[in-house]
């Protein structure tokens, strides 16, 4: 799931992807959403990113497409219109969707839309998210990725120019499935936060701000994590945790030292599967925004907003 403003209102729209494509709710901005829109995509959309791909100042959707096993994956690029409706997906060729891939592809803007071959760059067994940050300080992005045929996070620091450097590996949970990035503790150097479904945790890694980062401090987060975002979400000062998986939406109250309250469940959703973090209603407050994957129907998006 992703938060963007799609028609221009000022208001945080969501995109979310399903069965079917990629789901976009425009926002009202007082925390309810318009009737839901969907685009095609790939095949089996897995994720959503958003940003302005062809510098036209309209937000576009990238969407990675899972339903290439044995096969090479595709990226499907949906060029926005600026009022909250979408071109047809243009798709790119990724990495393999073997079982086994252990590699993260990187496709460089052309700045109309289109993108240059995939580079590869290998990284953990089963990687199936990627986060992006400046984890060394150098000003450069590096990526974070999470493996969850390994257990652990992949950290390939960036070179500047498109490239990045041997990824190294730090230990997470059991099936790592999700990474953010964010300064946990407060000390200015970014820190990694893992969900962990198969162990029922989200990990917490401590940056060193040199691009390591020190063993995972592990904190209970319901049953099967699915998804894990970073923000103050109680106006303390201090970051947040919020995951979302088999228990519902549960919430981890920072102590603003790289340590977490025990875990609140906020909601008790069905099969929620991904979160994104927004003002939705224009109060100031962070809110959360639920994609609900097996609630009534597979086909479809449900989301709820909680502030």
């Known amino acids: 799931m992703a938060v963007g403003d799609f028609n221009g ?14 789901s976009v709710l425009l926002g009202n901005g007082d925390g309810t959403f318009r009737q839901v829109r969907t685009f095609g995509a790939g095949s089996f959309p897995s994720s ?7 510098g036209d100042g309209r937000m576009d959707l990238a969407v990675a497409n899972a339903g290439c096993y044995d096969v090479p ?13 979408f071109q047809p997906a243009q798709s790119f060729a990724a990495g393999s969707g073997a ?10 803007g052309n ?10 760059f290998g990284v953990g067994s089963g990687p199936v998210s990627v986060a992006m940050g400046d984890v060394n300080g150098d000003g450069r992005p590096d990526l974070a990725v999470a493996n969850t045929g390994s257990n652990d996070v992949s950290v390939l620091l960036g070179n500047g ?44 890694l401590l940056g060193n701000g040199d691009g390591t980062f020190q063993p995972a401090r592990t904190f209970g987060a319901g049953t099967g994590p699915y998804s894990v975002a970073v923000s103050d979400v109680n106006g303390d000062g201090r970051p947040d945790l919020a995951a979302v998986g088999g228990t519902g ?5 920072g102590n603003g030292d790289g340590t977490f309250q025990p875990a609140r469940n906020i909601a008790a959703n069905i099969g929620p599967d991904s979160l994104a973090v927004g003002d939705f209603n224009g109060d100031g407050r962070p809110d ?13 998006s449900y989301f709820r907003v909680r502030g």
Not at 73 to 83: A, H, I, Q, R, W
Request: charged fraction near 15%.
């Open 9 to 22: 209102d000022g208001r945080p729209d969501l995109a979310a992807v399903g069965d079917t494509g990629v």
């Open 48 to 54: 959503v990113a958003v940003s302005d791909f062809n």
């Open 73 to 85: 994956c595709t990226v499907s690029v949906l060029l926005g219109n600026g009022d909250g409706t």
């Open 99 to 108: 079982r086994s891939v252990a590699d993260v592809s990187v496709l460089l």
């Open 111 to 120: 700045g109309d839309g289109t993108f240059q071959p995939a580079r590869t």
């Open 161 to 204: 120019d498109g490239t990045f450097q041997p990824a190294r590996n730090f230990a997470a949970g059991s099936g790592a499935f999700s990474v953010a990035v964010g300064d946990v503790n407060g000390d200015g150097r970014p820190d990694l936060a893992v969900a962990n479904p198969n162990s029922h945790d989200v990990s917490v």
């Open 249 to 253: 939406v549960l919430v981890l109250l």
């Open 288 to 300: 959360l925004a639920v994609a609900d994957y097996y609630s009534h129907n597979r086909h479809q």
